[in-house]
Nanobody
């Protein structure tokens, strides 16, 4: 059974930083593309960042230069370092795992990030 567990969310001031973690179990972690998505109230879930099995990364334009995604194979964990946070970054952040381009995402339970102005 695939399980993704996020942690690290919370409250931060504008301009502050948070680091999210997502630990995976039940999968061959190194073979999966991992991602972070977010969903604010009333909005659709949107892509924040992805990292492939070969560690290539991609970011939403809104977070480029501020957020960094990384993965630690030994710990089966993917991270999202978020710097220079803005109030519009407030959302529930979800971790995802995907084996290939034609497979579906597996989701974590989400972690709340709130940025105060």
């Amino acid at each position: 059974q695939v399980l993704l567990v996020e942690s690290g969310g919370g409250l931060a001031p504008a301009g502050g930083s948070l680091r999210l973690s997502c630990t995976a179990s039940g999968i061959g972690f190194s073979m999966y593309a991992m991602g972070w998505y977010r969903q604010a109230p009333g909005n659709q879930r949107e892509l924040v960042a992805t990292i492939s099995s070969s560690r290539s990364t991609d970011y939403a334009d809104s977070v480029k230069g501020r957020f960094t995604i990384s993965r630690d194979i030994a710990k089966n964990t993917v991270y999202l370092q978020m710097n220079n946070l803005k109030p519009e970054d407030t959302a529930v952040y979800y971790c995802s795992a995907k084996l290939g381009p034609f497979s579906s995402n597996t989701w974590g339970q989400g972690t709340q990030v709130t940025v105060s102005s």
